[in-house]
């Protein structure tokens, strides 16, 4: 097997736990409409959650940064992938039934010291390259904050020993995790990989604005993580650096601009230059949102709201830029099927997607303003949530029903 059939092979692996994710994600929302009996609702969210982060992710995101950074060890990195598949098909076996667990525990555990292993493998290869590129000084930086967010889940036993379940430091630990795993690894590593295929295509860019891009960027990640913490009132310093470093990242944004243009033209096809387009709106609210979150009245709106605006921001960071960004690089370079319905599919899903954000943003708007929420809002929620899992469904099916043309 070549190495773009092993790329085809794991990527579609990716594709079923996303579908899986956004199938156990609709079923939250009809369960807020009609609660199904024996159905756990903390249990379902937990395994909505692990496999749409972990089965779904971080499976196509580091498939990919073998594919573009260590092309020629496809074939080695195999047996990690296999091990991370056995990981996430335990956590999707056993949250369902018992929530956090012996079982899922074990099985999250299991899967940390995958991603461990996956690390030192990686950057233990990558050094043999003995080559020097941002892309590259992108990607060390996302696997280190890979390694670093694991510590949330670490601290999470202590915590629970000690009689801290769902008390701040819970909850503080939970955001830390989360916090470096979309803002440290996965956006580092989207940045990596869109500065390594125009390397890789001898594409020209600006050499200094790259940098300055990296450096905004991946400066800001530590000091952003005060962002999360906003809600526990801290001192006012804790504000200004939240407020610093989401203003660097914006700054980054403006440095990168350029950058993530050019990467868009060589896209090709219209369509997926318009998704790549959202893919950088998105971006471009969520670093705006993290600025204006560092004001004391804005941070007060966001917690009381938190049930609407969290899951909308999640959603946005996830959905909106890290799964969109996937399934379009799996299509242009011929790893996903190209095809009528593939389009149809995707359009179905954003579609679905921006309406939910809406729903979203507006019923908290609306909530915190008038103190009720909008009429018939679980309805609502079900109803355009209902289309991301019908628009990937099509999308799956025209990836089972042939491989990609040029496999």
Not at 104 to 116: A, H, K, M, P, R
Not at 260 to 288: C, D, G
Request: hydrophobic residues 55%.
């Amino acid at each position: 097997m070549n190495n773009d059939g092993f790329v085809v092979k794991w990527a579609r692996v990716a594709l079923h736990f996303l579908v899986f994710s956004a199938l156990a994600g609709v079923l939250l929302r009809f369960y807020n409409i009609d609660p199904i009996d024996g159905l756990n609702y903390k249990f379902l969210m937990h395994t909505h959650s692990h496999i749409a982060l972990l089965g779904w992710l971080y499976l196509a995101f580091t498939v990919v940064l073998v594919r573009e950074f260590l092309p020629g060890e496809f074939k080695w990195f195999n047996r990690i992938f296999i091990t991370t598949l056995f990981t996430v098909i335990g956590m999707m076996l056993s949250f369902p039934f018992q929530g956090y667990g012996v079982v899922s525990i074990t099985f999250s555990t299991l899967f940390l010291f995958t991603s461990y292993w996956f690390v030192y493998e990686f950057l233990r290869r990558l050094r043999d390259t003995k080559k020097k590129s941002v892309a590259i000084n992108f990607v060390q930086w996302a696997l280190f904050f890979l390694v670093i967010s694991s510590l949330g889940p670490w601290a999470l036993g202590p915590i629970i020993l000690f009689g801290g379940s769902y008390g701040k430091l819970y909850s503080l630990s939970i955001y830390y995790y989360l916090h470096f795993l979309y803002n440290g690894f996965f956006i580092l590593a989207l940045l990596s990989i869109v500065l390594k295929q125009l390397d890789n295509n001898a594409i020209t860019y600006n050499g200094k604005r790259a940098k300055k891009f990296f450096q905004l960027t991946v400066y800001a990640v530590i000091p952003a993580y005060a962002l999360s913490a906003l809600w526990i009132k801290p001192p006012v310093w804790v504000f200004v650096l939240g407020a610093i470093a989401g203003v660097m990242q914006l700054f980054g944004l403006l440095y990168g601009w350029s950058i993530l243009k050019v990467y868009q033209r060589t896209l090709k096809l219209k369509f997926y230059q318009l998704i790549f387009w959202v893919v950088l709106v998105a971006y471009s609210l969520k670093l705006l949102m993290q600025v204006m979150s560092a004001l004391p009245e804005v941070a007060s709106y966001i917690y009381e709201t938190r049930m609407f605006t969290a899951i909308g921001y999640i959603h946005l960071v996830m959905l909106g830029i890290l799964s969109l960004f996937s399934l379009t690089y799996f299509i242009v370079n011929n790893i996903y099927r190209d095809h009528l319905l593939s389009k149809a599919g995707l359009t179905i899903f954003l579609c679905g997607l921006v309406l939910s954000e809406i729903i979203l943003f507006v019923n908290g708007i609306v909530l915190i303003n008038f103190g009720y929420a909008i009429p018939n809002y679980s309805g609502w929620m079900f109803s355009t949530s209902l289309l991301m899992p019908v628009g990937l469904f099509i999308f799956w099916f025209v990836q089972l029903r042939e491989k990609a043309d040029s496999i």
